[in-house]
């Protein structure tokens, strides 16, 4: 179980990372715009079976209230609609494999966010990290001159708008990680497939079909097969594994493009794959207090937060339902998640 579940991680990292060089492949007959549009809309697409399954089966699939609504409509504009405009306009002007590993900014951004807009604890690993990632892009900035930091500018611009992407949508509860990137592809790729229509009009050619294969792709089925691999990993480590998602991306970008690897940009990869380790060896314990509180999102029990009674539901099985927590006082290593978004 534990074998399938580190493939699935690492093919679904293999998935999302082909999507970079790919999109460079795409962004010399679609512009940015039109290309995030088809990417986002082509998830929604691979999606729609599933959030149709649990329609059926009586689940929720949209947010029943203003909290979730508007913590969806964040995650929506900042990492469906400005995002991966920022991310393809950046592409089109540097190296791919360089874009690949900038995207390690979106760990910065997303604690960066955590700490000043939703009071999260970061340890000394994580800053450490952080500030590796940073030095590793620079570097890459360094090598490409003004095209470069251009480009970096922009890349770091799509990494803050997907921080920030990242902390609406950890606090959303009521649906699952596959109804959020439904609604994602499907709001935010019509916005921006409508946007570059009416900016740029032209006929339909077989670009788009390659672009809607790729999003429902690296979007859609990656992201499926990920929150499978975590059911079975845990998520700290399907995480670990899905932080290599770059490396397949500089993989293909010297395989499918072309694109040669300057001793600087293997100096950035080293310096990056040590950043992200230390950032996954940060942990925090302190006795803490929770609330009563009454939620639904999914989950298993033996994490000493869902100990519940179930007739039908044998152990260890992810499950979602409505289940109410009442006030606890205890102490243990903890990321923060839903259930552990103090500053302390």
Not at 70 to 82: D, E, H, K, P, S
Not at 98 to 120: G, P, Q
Not at 194 to 203: C, N, R
Request: charged share 10%.
């Amino acid at each position: 179980m534990k074998y399938r579940s580190f493939i699935q991680a690492l093919v679904s990292a293999a998935m999302f990372g082909i999507a970079t060089p790919f999109s460079k492949t795409l962004l010399a007959d679609l512009q940015a715009n039109q290309l995030a549009g088809l990417l986002y809309l082509g998830a929604a697409v691979c999606l729609m079976p599933m959030v149709l399954r649990r329609r059926l089966a009586g689940l929720t699939i949209f947010p029943r209230d203003g909290r979730n609504r508007r913590n969806l409509l964040g995650a929506v504009v900042c990492g469906g609609i400005i995002g991966p405009v920022l991310l393809l306009t950046g592409l089109k002007y540097s190296l791919a494999a360089s874009v690949s590993m900038w995207l390690n900014l979106e760990a910065v951004a997303t604690a960066t966010v955590a700490i000043l807009l939703f009071r999260e604890h970061l340890g000394k690993w994580t800053w450490l990290g952080n500030l590796g990632v940073l030095a590793a892009g620079g570097l890459l900035g360094f090598e490409q001159g003004w095209a470069g930091w251009i480009s970096l500018a922009l890349v770091a611009g799509a990494a803050v708008a997907w921080g920030l992407d990242n902390n609406f949508t950890a606090v959303i509860d009521g649906i699952s990680p596959e109804d959020i990137t439904f609604w994602k592809g499907l709001i935010a790729g019509t916005t921006n497939l409508v946007i570059s229509l009416a900016m740029f009009p032209g006929p339909l050619s077989a670009d788009w079909l390659w672009a809607l294969l790729l999003g429902g792709l690296s979007y859609g089925a990656s992201i499926a097969l990920y929150i499978h691999a975590a059911h079975g990993l845990g998520a700290t480590r399907s995480q670990m594994v899905f932080s290599s998602a770059p490396f397949f991306g500089v993989l293909l970008s010297v395989l499918w493009l072309g694109e040669g690897l300057s001793v600087l940009q293997i100096i950035a990869a080293v310096v990056l794959g040590g950043s992200i380790a230390l950032i996954f060896l940060d942990r925090h314990e302190h006795p803490h207090h929770h609330e009563s509180l009454t939620h639904e999102h999914e989950h298993r029990h033996g994490d000493r937060h869902h100990e519940h009674l179930h007739v039908n539901i044998p152990a260890g099985t992810a499950h979602s339902h409505s289940h109410e927590h009442g006030p606890l006082v205890h102490s243990h290593s903890h990321w923060p998640d839903l259930h552990h978004r103090h500053h302390e």
